[in-house]
């Protein structure tokens, strides 16, 4: 039992009733969201530290006993995912403070943002399917309203697509529930794992998760259900791009790695061998489809897709390397997907587009801008000793452990075109000399740090950047700790036993 | 019992994905709404229908008097509603909203060309500033 467990939810809620009550002044709103951001992220490394030495936390809310009430669990795995959430949180919040503009601060910029925070901590820290349910909806019903905060044509246009496809995949996801349930009677993760195990007829359960990875994968952006997300997050305020694209899809993949393997391993050879096909195709199609776009933001958001493939490949492996290659690629791709679309965003203020074709002239301009971009972008295609160097390498052992020759060379090849992405990028964007017609005002007047200067824009970007260099090349520690949530995750029988006791 | 309303609940579920697939957005909506009504029909129907006594606790006892009906699934359905209820009045705020600023509820028609992106945000930029 342990209380605290409630914190990475009960701050976020704080924070956002602070800003809903304070709707007039707009100090009280940023000064809420900054600081329950930090405050969020003081409580889950606290938290973290304590399921890295006491074992999984465990709370049964209301006194219920599992598996009757809710329960909340923390292991290593929600630890890690619950830090970079928040670490996420606050940096956005701080780049929120330049980026959304007084009247979306109006229409609850903050409250909303820190919604979301509950919903993505709810998720991660739930153990109760139907619980997972409710939190993925108050992500959602937030994640709609900030990417349509704002009301341009071409927000709406993203929205709805977004909105439509996350609803139907909220419903597929609770018809899977209701399966579970009908084959079980329970809801609770732990008490399901050991009971859909009796369950006789394997063929039902089977057919089962696979609406579980139909519904999580939409969330998550595989191949062939990721066509919504290029579609949407190239269209809201920067800010909001990058916790999307950062955090909203993980969430989705957090869900696979929990249910695949804490519920459906009755059937590896069957499930496993699916999510791997995917894994490699969402990787293909990801990159493929980034190298034909020509719009910053846009060709950030079909990486994402092609990134999430090695998270579901290092799922697909279910071995431990492979789980925790998986964990360290999530944890990695969050830091540099999102600086990646902050730095989009500074380019934007400077130049006033997000066309590449239009773009041009930063590096002799902004040199620093440029180095903040090449961290991201070379720890994103795998350059040693940034951070994705790591992830792809454990990754690529894992897969030539277990002797998966093809899927790793594709791992490797889409690694190789992640480069050309950033390569284009690069060339248009910052070594190209910018056209005189489409020069903007600002550009090279405006400065990047100092008086008159984008600040708040650059200090987020500098912190991550910093992250990034520090998890590459400090790797040992961060690596090991994912070995350990990997560990935990092949061993099912430690988050059973504590979340429903000695049996 | 279970077998009409599973076949209830198939036909919904197949006219929501009908209708889900058309390219007007308010029949999308529609679409959203049956398919939500099918998932709660069928998840009422896992629970096990039984004709049973409430699951109420008389005084003086412990237990409630078995056979008793389960209440689970209504309480998780009428949570579902609910949410569904929420989301889905999002949604046709969304589909009013966009028709309003677009001028069209067909899908075909929001095919928004990215360049388009740059030019608005600058454009709110402008105003914002001014």
Same mark, same amino acid.
């Given at each position: ?503 | ?23 007007? +957005?308010? /029949? @999308?909506?529609?679409?959203? #709404?049956?398919?939500? $009504?099918?998932?709660? !029909?069928?998840? =009422?129907?896992?629970?096990? +229908?039984? /004709? @049973?006594?409430?699951?109420? #606790?008389?005084?003086? $006892?412990?237990?409630? !008097?078995?056979? =008793? ?11 579902? #509603? ?49």
């Amino acid at each position: 039992m342990n209380l605290l467990l409630i914190l990475p939810i009960a701050i976020p809620l704080t924070a956002a009733t602070i800003g809903l009550l304070f709707r007039k002044s707009p100090m009280v709103q940023r000064a809420s969201g900054v600081i329950g951001m930090a405050a969020l992220l003081v409580s889950v490394i606290y938290l973290s530290w304590q399921t890295y030495t006491d074992g999984i936390q465990v709370i049964q809310l209301g006194d219920w006993a599992a598996p009757f009430g809710i329960t909340l669990v923390m292991d290593l795995l929600s630890a890690a995912m619950l830090i970079i959430t928040a670490i996420m949180g606050l940096v956005v919040s701080i780049y929120s403070l330049y980026d959304i503009d007084r009247v979306k601060e109006q229409y609850h910029y903050y409250p909303l943002l820190h919604i979301l925070l509950i919903g993505i901590n709810g998720s991660f820290l739930t153990g109760d399917l139907f619980n997972l349910y409710v939190w993925f909806e108050v992500m959602l019903i937030s994640s709609f309203i900030l990417l349509a905060l704002g009301n341009r044509k071409t927000q709406l246009q993203g929205a709805v697509k977004y909105v439509i496809i996350n609803l139907v995949s909220s419903l597929v996801f609770l018809f899977g529930v209701a399966m579970v349930y009908g084959m079980t009677g329970t809801l609770n993760m732990a008490d399901l794992a050991v009971k859909i195990a009796e369950v006789e007829n394997t063929g039902l359960v089977t057919a089962v998760s696979m609406i579980f990875i139909v519904s999580f994968g939409i969330k998550a952006a595989i191949f062939p259900l990721f066509f919504w997300l290029p579609a949407s997050y190239h269209t809201p305020p920067v800010a909001v791009s990058a916790i999307f694209g950062g955090l909203l899809t993980k969430v989705g993949v957090y869900a696979l790695i929990r249910v695949f393997t804490l519920i459906f391993t009755h059937d590896i050879g069957y499930t496993h061998t699916i999510l791997l096909w995917v894994s490699g195709f969402t990787m293909v199609c990801g990159v493929l489809g980034a190298a034909a776009q020509m719009e910053f933001r846009k060709v950030l958001s079909f990486h994402i897709v092609s990134q999430i493939g090695y998270m579901i490949m290092g799922l697909a492996f279910n071995t431990k390397l492979g789980i925790m290659g998986a964990i360290f690629y999530i944890i990695h791709n969050i830091l540099a997907k999102s600086n990646l679309f902050l730095i989009s965003g500074i380019a934007q203020r400077l130049t006033g587009t997000f066309e590449l074709k239009q773009l041009g002239g930063l590096y002799r301009q902004y040199p620093w801008l440029a180095v903040l971009f090449l961290i991201s972008a070379f720890a994103l295609a795998g350059f040693p000793p940034l951070s994705g160097f790591w992830a792809k390498l454990s990754l690529v052992k894992a897969g030539l452990q277990i002797e998966q020759y093809v899927i790793t060379g594709v791992a490797i090849l889409v690694g190789l075109l992640t480069l050309f992405s950033m390569v284009k990028i690069w060339a248009y964007a910052f070594w190209m000399p910018m056209e005189e017609e489409n020069k903007s005002e600002q550009f090279g007047k405006m400065k990047l740090m100092g008086a008159g200067g984008l600040n708040l824009l650059v200090t987020p970007v500098i912190i991550l950047a910093a992250i990034i260099i520090i998890v590459g090349l400090f790797a040992e520690p961060f690596l090991s700790f994912c070995m350990l949530a990997a560990e935990q995750l092949l061993n099912p029988e430690i988050y059973i036993e504590s979340v429903l006791g000695e049996s | 019992m279970e077998t009409l309303l599973a076949i209830i609940g198939g036909a919904l579920f197949a006219a929501g994905i009908y209708m889900v697939l058309r390219r007007n +957005l308010i /029949k @999308a909506v529609i679409g959203i #709404i049956l398919i939500s $009504n099918a998932v709660n !029909v069928l998840f =009422f129907n896992l629970g096990r +229908l039984t /004709k @049973a006594n409430p699951p109420l #606790i008389w005084e003086g $006892n412990t237990l409630p !008097v078995s056979p =008793f009906a389960n209440p689970l699934p209504q309480a998780l359905v009428l949570t579902a #509603i609910v949410i569904g209820f929420g989301l889905l009045a999002f949604a046709l705020v969304l589909a009013y909203r966009s028709y309003k600023e677009l001028g069209t509820v067909d899908l075909d028609d929001m095919k928004m060309d990215p360049v388009e992106v740059s030019a608005e945000m600058r454009a709110e930029e402008e105003q914002v500033n001014q």
